[in-house]
């Protein structure tokens, strides 16, 4: 029974569309193929589907390449002249742009304003002025956010210096030498008056308590020069940490 003659349109049913682009498909393909074994020939096909999809056949020994130059060779035609001069022009513009940016960088500087009019120096003028507004209010910006930084802090190391100030205060009550010590027991005492304590801050958040040593009196003269004359002078402040 012979095969009834299909008619040549387009398939409306999305589904018979595919399958039989998918079998037409692999026939061409197998076509180009077999072109190129038995008959030695240069192949390419590239093909994309109704969904977008691309396949492609190119013949082993050569690449799309050379048969597009071969191509062009062929017919005296040059494919990409087009897209060159389009390239070219857009290259243009972009000279052109940075040009003109490179002449306002100038000109916002003080330089290249010969050839200006007045109507272009005073809008020169507006944009500068318009500028430096915006830069000053920036400006303030950032300075009102460091000084609301810098309160924060003071705010907090005065909470903990009101905090030791109160622990200081509850501990001396408790033992009236805290905070006290003995700098090596020559001819002071804790209780001798040679020392006397200050509470203070080493860095930002290092509460300590300063140790002063004060004037020796005259009784103590002669028995401090003795000593003196084999050991250094002891550092006229000594610090304690008050929290570790």
Known sequence: MARGKIQIKRIENPTNRQVTYSKRRNGLLKKANELTVLCDAK?????????GKLHEYISPATSTKELFDQYQKTLGVDLWITHYERMQDNLKKLKDINRNLRRQIRQRMGECMNDLSFEELRCLEQDMDSAVRIIRE????????????????????GEIHKSLLQEFDIATEEDPHYGLVDNGGVGVGIGGGDYE?????????????FALRLQPNHTHNNHLNNIHLHHPPPSDLTTYPLLE
């Open 43 to 51: 192949v390419s096909i590239i093909m994309f589907s109704s969904t």
């Open 138 to 157: 920036r400006k303030y910006r950032v300075i009102s956010n460091q000084i609301e930084t810098h309160k924060k802090k003071l705010k907090s190391v």
């Open 197 to 209: 304590s200050i509470m203070g801050f080493s860095g930002a958040a290092h509460p300590r308590i």
